[in-house]
């Protein structure tokens, strides 16, 4: 027979508590209703303090998981010393206070990343509280900063050959905002520095984020290809060639592919063909521009895969010293000509990956 009295037993009121109750029924007496009152609020105490068990429930729930799923292996005494480490019951604390239940994700990668040693023994508390006093908003912050500092991010909108920046993300902000206030919130906890991610702001990045949510795709971008094509017109005067050469820049944008529209000629064919990975040359009746600089394009096509575009059915014959590796001819419809145009660009491209 066990003797030992029964541990789960109510813990009965303390005097101080039974005062107090006392003393709050005792003041609601002196208002029109108050008993009624009292009760009212007795029964929102029971429902709130059961609400909060259930969150605090819920987010344990969440929290083990995502510690249980994910690419990071923990080995079995790697979890035992997770379990009995103070820093992992100071993350399961920091997660149930959080208000923000959205960043339960963030607290297990932490306690994973402490878990396998990726966080070195002097950063472990930094890092915790951290978490726990940055809203989700700045983490997300640092999150698409980090993506865009490590990838080649195409921005949003065409007509931009442009990269995405960190710094696009780790912008000051009007005084007062409240952009403002994270980014010196940040700043101050050193995670940010000159309008960039310090060191330990991209390792507190990398030990409180899965690596599939440091892609370009999870934040909603798309990653440059790494084609760069020379848009060649010597009618760039031309008002009908400025706004074909634009038609083309934005079919290649949704490929991912850079484009820059440039007169290929003896000062800029060198720099044009360091950094293009292919030249397209729109090539009309006028050639007066093409003539003039025709050796400079011939040395264009002698290091870069030029693809010559018809754009009349009255085109002149090129130089036979330019070397060009396709012909897209002349269609009616120009809409034709682009996608014809594309394809052959997207068939270079995958010849070269295939390669």
Request: aromatic letters at 6%; hydrophobic letters at 35%.
């Amino acid at each position: 027979m066990n003797d030992k009295p029964n541990r789960s037993r109510k813990t009965p009121p303390t005097e101080l508590e039974k005062l107090g109750d006392t003393g709050f029924k005792g003041a609601l007496s002196f208002v029109n209703g108050g008993s009624i009152l009292y009760d009212l609020l007795k029964l929102r105490k029971e429902t709130m303090r059961e609400a909060v068990r259930k969150k605090d429930e819920e987010t344990l729930d969440a929290f083990f998981a995502d510690l249980l799923d994910g690419n990071a292996a923990i080995d079995p005494a790697q979890a035992d010393a997770l379990i009995d480490d103070r820093d992992f019951h100071s993350i399961l604390r920091a997660c149930v206070a959080d208000i923000e239940a959205e960043k339960g994700e963030a607290y297990s990668s932490l306690a994973k990343s402490i878990a396998v040693g990726a966080v070195p023994n002097n950063w472990k508390r930094h890092f915790i509280l951290s978490l726990k006093d940055i809203s989700l908003q700045e983490l997300v912050s640092l999150r698409t900063a980090f993506v865009a500092k490590h990838f080649k991010l195409v921005p949003h909108g065409a007509n931009s050959g442009s990269t995405v920046q960190e710094s696009d993300f780790l912008k000051q902000g009007e005084p007062g905002s409240f952009q403002s206030i994270a980014i010196q919130n940040l700043t101050n906890r050193g995670f940010i520095h000159n309008g960039k991610l310090s060191t330990t702001g991209e390792d507190f990045i990398r030990a409180c984020t899965s690596s599939v949510r440091l892609t370009p795709s999870a934040i909603g971008y798309k990653e440059w290809s790494g084609q760069n094509i020379a848009i060649i017109s010597y009618e760039l005067g031309d008002n009908h060639i400025a706004k074909l050469t634009e038609r083309v820049g934005n079919a290649l944008w949704h490929y991912q592919i850079k484009s820059s529209t440039v007169a290929i000629t003896k000062s800029s064919q060198q720099q044009s063909s360091l950094f293009s990975t292919q030249g397209v040359l729109l090539l009309g009746t006028e050639t007066r521009g093409l003539d003039e600089h025709a050796q400079a394009l011939c040395d264009f096509a002698s290091k870069v895969p030029l693809v010559v575009v018809q754009l009349s059915d009255q085109c002149p014959p090129l130089p036979p010293e330019i070397k060009v590796s396709k012909v897209i001819a002349y269609e009616s419809d120009i809409q034709e000509t682009i996608k014809n145009l594309t394809s052959s660009i997207l068939d270079f491209r995958n010849a070269k990956i295939n390669s």
